[in-house]
């Protein structure tokens, strides 16, 4: 898909930064860069990596410190085991905004370009400002292997027939419940399929005098809320783009039923009882330490909840069961799993080790390890993996087989059309939980937060070169 131009000044306004742009310097570091011996180091094949100039490596710090501490020790045992001099950075994970991009612009303009970025979400917004650079090459020689990727890895990070980023698993998204809870109160949750049914369960559930709540979902400006209110917006047939991306469509009756819906779930006394305290202020860890204090009957989050619950053996772990998220009216079935992804950056010193450091992931070693560590957070994003003994033998990973090999890639906000840098900027502006936070707090009505949201998205489409409306 050909992407029209637009500053990068610009780009970095529309997508939440600010002009003034900050150094990379700023990121704490993992630890001092792995100590290399003089002058250049060399490994196989002739690849070197100079002194002064490492191997710059961004990693994601993702919920899971286990998963976390894997990728690292990956890293440097890498760096290690070529002689190659390393530099680790950690990049907060779970921000919503662009300073991330901000720093790395500012890197890139500066020709001090870190070489290699983890991180989960689409590349349009990166692709945009000419910050990343093809990864075809990587990706293709991983896909000889392990088999195809799914539908949602090519609308996420292909364009224009390439690939720019490499992914290296997708992550387990969607609900997760304690069956226990439901079943005593003789409810089979993942037979319930809307949000309608849902919620009104939840009140068979909820104790607040036992700390026990049902509906343990925040609409708050977070990466939770944003993918609460997709869903919930999809369920009654609202889209916020068309399927050609070009076009914003979300002021429509569908949406401003769907807001009157979340409305009326967070301020009418009736639901007040499966509502956990201060839900409407959570962030994205809260519900994760909510659910694994066993206070939550129902969240909806990302599988390293269950890979905390694993590795912490909370009492109640064999109790947790994942659950294909809810639907409603207007789009019953629908899901897609995105994935955890690195991104080869541009002006980066070290193209070649920095592709032979992504082929050492996806040795099969590697990958089981993953998997094994980071059990159903970390899922296959190639179609072989999924008949590894560390898949098949977990009944919540393989369970999501369906979701993340749907061909029809259901991608969040963007959907039913592709991953474009003005829906990402409409995402990173938060304009999705905005609408509602002005629709609870009395602001606006439904209607008109619907219609404001829908009046900033196509000033955004059209500053970055959408059409906007029709």
């Not at 993942?190 to 607040?208: G, H, K, M, N, Q």
Request: proline residues 5%.
């Amino acid at each position: 898909m050909s992407q029209a131009r637009v500053s990068r000044r610009q780009f970095l306004r529309l997508t939440g930064g600010t002009v003034g742009m900050m150094a990379l310097a700023a990121c704490a570091p993992v630890a001092a860069p792995v100590a290399a011996p003089a002058g250049d180091t060399a490994a196989s094949a002739g690849i070197t990596v100079a002194a002064d100039t490492p191997l710059w490596v961004l990693q994601n710090q993702d919920f899971h410190p286990d998963y976390n501490e894997f990728v690292r020790r990956h890293i440097e045992e890498f760096a290690a085991e070529k002689g190659y001099a390393l530099e680790v950075a950690d990049v907060a994970g779970f921000v919503a905004g662009g300073a991330e991009m901000q720093k790395i612009a500012a890197q890139v303009a500066a020709d001090d370009s870190p070489d290699l970025l983890q991180r989960s979400g689409n590349v349009f917004q990166w692709k945009q400002l000419d910050l990343i650079t093809s990864a075809s090459d990587v990706v293709n020689e991983v896909i000889a292997k392990h088999g195809d990727t799914g539908e949602r890895q090519k609308k996420d990070l292909m364009i224009d027939g390439e690939w720019y980023a490499v992914p290296f698993h997708v992550r387990s998204d969607g609900g997760w419940a304690l069956k226990s809870v439901w079943d005593n109160a003789g409810i089979d949750i993942t037979a319930i399929r809307t949000f309608d049914e849902y919620r009104e369960a939840s009140l068979e559930v909820s104790d607040p005098a036992q700390e026990m709540w049902g509906f343990g979902i925040t609409v708050n400006r977070s990466g939770d809320g944003n993918y609460m209110m997709a869903r919930v917006l999809h369920s009654f047939g609202a889209f916020w783009t068309d399927e050609t991306g070009q076009y914003v469509t979300i002021d429509s009756p569908e949406a401003v039923a769907a807001v009157e819906w979340v409305v009326e779930t967070y301020t009418d006394p009736k639901w007040d009882r499966i509502l956990p305290p201060g839900v409407l202020s959570w962030t994205d860890p809260t519900n994760n330490e909510a659910f694994l204090a066993g206070k939550l009957a129902y969240t909806m989050n990302g599988g390293t909840l269950y890979a905390r619950a694993i590795v912490d053996q909370v009492p109640f772990v064999d109790d947790i069961i994942w659950d294909y998220p809810k639907g409603g009216p207007g789009l019953l079935n629908f899901f897609g799993l995105g994935s955890m992804n690195f991104l080869k950056i541009r002006g980066g010193k070290n193209p070649e080790a920095t592709n032979e450091l992504l082929l050492s992931f996806f040795e099969d070693e590697a990958m089981k390890e993953v998997y094994t560590v980071a059990t159903t957070y970390a899922l296959p994003a190639y179609t072989n993996m999924w008949e590894w003994d560390e898949i098949t033998s977990v009944p919540n990973s393989l369970a999501q087989k369906e979701g993340a090999l749907d061909p029809a890639g259901w991608n969040g906000i963007a959907y039913p059309g592709p991953g474009t840098p003005w829906i990402g900027a409409v995402e990173t502006q938060n304009l999705t939980t905005d609408m509602v936070a002005a629709a609870i707090t009395g602001q606006a009505t439904p209607a008109e937060a619907v219609r404001q949201a829908a009046e900033a998205s196509v000033r955004i489409f059209q500053e970055m070169g959408a059409a906007g409306e029709r």
